[in-house]
Every structure is written in C-alpha cells, then in structure tokens.
T-cell receptor, first 111, second 114 residues
Framework: TQLLEQSPQFLSIQEGENLTVYCNSS?????LQWYRQEPGEGPVLLVT?????EVKKLKRLTFQFGDARKDSSLHITAAQPGDTGLYLC???????????FGQGTELSVKP | DAGITQSPRHKVTETGTPVTLRCHQT?????MYWYRQDPGHGLRLIHY???????DKGEVSDGYSVSRSKTEDFLLTLESATSSQTSVYFC?????????????FGQGTRLTVV
C-alpha cells in the first residue's frame, strides 16, 4: 500500500500548457518535499513545505501544502521541454528520519 | 552537490550470490537511506539509519540487511540475490537540524540479478 498517492502517473503535454500534479495521503506529515529526477540520475530536491496552507513558488512552479498537511500539489505554468522528467513527492514525520515517496509522475513536454 | 558516492554503479550477479552495495558520504549527516526504484513504484524505502549502529526497516526490507559502523558509510547487503531484486538502488542522506528531513541522493546503482 502506497502511503502517498500521486496523480496522474503519466502526463504528456505540449509546450506552453499548464499542468497540476497531486500528492495525496490519509496520513498527516510534518513536512512534504517535491523532487525532480532525470534519467540516469538521482532525484534532486525542488522544495519543502512545512506549514499547512503554505504556498511556495520556484519560477514557473507553484507548490502548495494542504491545510490539514495530508496533501500537496505542484502546478507548472507554461511548461517547457526542459521540465520533462519524473516528479516525486515525499513525506516525513517529525525528526524520526523516515521519508516515504509517492510513485512519481512522469512528465513529458513536447515542443 | 552533496558528497555521496555509491559503489559499484553497475553490477550483474547470479541468483543466490551475496551482494553488498556501499554508500559513502562526506557531509557528516545523521540520516542515511537505501531506496529501490522500479517502474510504477517511485522510490521504496528498504532500510534507513538514524545514527551509527542505529537502523530501522522500511517498506520493502525482506531479503535485505544493512550496517552502519561509521557515520560516513552505510552498507546494503542482499544475502542471497533473487531476480526480484533487480532494480536501481539509491542511497540518500539527510539532516534534521531544521526540524524536518530533506534528502540528497547518490547517482544510483543498477543491479541485475540473472
């Protein structure tokens, strides 16, 4: 059973379109991270959200943490081919150290 | 980039043989993790460590053991490799000085069990 459910699992869009990726759970997390992974590489941290309702922006990427700290979303505005990759959400609980990942969303942005 | 080195980067082994993967860090981070990555499953936690000689199981720990005798090294051992353990293995490190975990990953080890 996946503790963190990501949707959609695959997304293929044209350059310039907007998209949203969701990360949902029935559990509360003290923090939630989003990572991006390119083929043959390890995941790279994009952002961490900690407070319920928090919104963070990273250029064309907007990240939101749900009020109840059980879910998060990643919105990309005007997607570009360079955004292509695997996006992963991950949740942690306190300082216990355990970090759990969702299944990932494979994004393909075509020129 | 965080100083994390995984070795080997690629390995092909036969069913039933023992295999050890090594993760070495130069960041002096407290937490170290082993994940496996398979299509459709994202990253699944195998084992993690919260200090020297302190380890705990993750979601998919059966068939794997770990050891951490020094802060900088975290070893993952497959006692008797099976074909279902063919995967890409990632090591990660983290600190929690800000009250939450943020992981930094190695380049991965591609393991094939034939």
């Amino acid at each position: 059973t996946q503790l963190l459910e990501q949707s959609p699992q695959f997304l293929s869009i044209q350059e310039g379109e907007n998209l949203t990726v969701y990360c949902n759970s029935s559990s509360v997390f003290s923090s939630l991270q989003w990572y991006r992974q390119e083929p043959g590489e390890g995941p790279v941290l994009l952002v961490t959200v900690v407070t319920g309702g928090e919104v963070k922006k990273l250029k064309r990427l907007t990240f939101q943490f749900g009020d109840a700290r059980k879910d998060s979303s990643l919105h990309i505005t005007a997607a570009q081919p360079g955004d292509t990759g695997l996006y992963l959400c991950a949740g942690g609980r306190g300082q216990g150290g355990k970090l759990i990942f969702g299944q990932g969303t494979e994004l393909s942005v075509k020129p | 980039d965080a100083g994390i080195t995984q070795s080997p980067r690629h390995k092909v082994t036969e069913t039933g043989t023992p295999v050890t993967l090594r993760c070495h860090q130069t960041e002096n981070h407290r937490y170290m993790y082993w994940y496996r990555q398979d299509p459709g499953h994202g990253l699944r936690l195998i084992h993690y460590s919260y200090g020297v000689k302190d380890t705990d199981k993750g979601e998919v720990s059966d068939g794997y053991s770990v050891s951490r005798s020094k802060t900088e090294d975290f070893l993952l051992t497959l006692e008797s490799a099976t074909s279902s353990q063919t995967s890409v293995y990632f090591c990660a490190i983290s600190e929690s000085d800000r009250g939450y975990i943020e992981a930094f990953f190695g380049q991965g080890t591609r393991l094939t069990v034939v």
